[in-house]
């Protein structure tokens, strides 16, 4: 499966940015889905993830309450809601999958920079 993440960008914090991730190539309702991101000098780190049937969502603690995932097999589109953006989610933000039994992700798309100003 091919991903493409967009939607990223400058904003001030306080503000809200959503991302986009389309999927092509396999069935897409078939994946778990993945964000991830990076900060300058920092390891990569999960953000949220959740299962191909929805029965499972969970977010890293330093987002929850303020980021949303969501996806739209019709349009084979995962979404990543972000509100309340601090400058410390400042960072590239990966999609991924994988398949169900894996353990890893396994497929990633090229990411899309969030810059948040204080």
């Known amino acids: 499966v091919q991903l493409q993440a967009s939607g990223g960008g400058l904003v001030q914090a306080g503000g809200s940015l959503r991302l986009s991730c389309a999927a092509s190539?396999?069935?897409?309702?078939?994946?778990?889905m993945g964000w991830f991101r990076q900060a300058p000098g920092k390891e990569r780190e999960i953000v949220a993830d959740f299962t191909y049937n929805g029965g499972r969502t969970s977010y890293a603690d330093s987002v929850k309450g303020r980021f949303t995932v969501s996806r739209d097999n019709a349009k084979n589109t995962v979404y990543l809601r972000m509100n309340t953006l601090k400058p410390e989610d400042t960072a590239v933000y990966y999609c991924?999958?994988?398949?169900?039994?894996?353990?890893?992700?396994?497929?990633w798309g090229l990411g899309t920079l969030v810059t948040v100003s204080s």
């Open positions: 991924t999958a994988r398949l169900p039994w894996r353990t890893t992700y396994d497929y």
């Open positions: 190539g396999r069935t897409f309702s078939n994946y778990d």
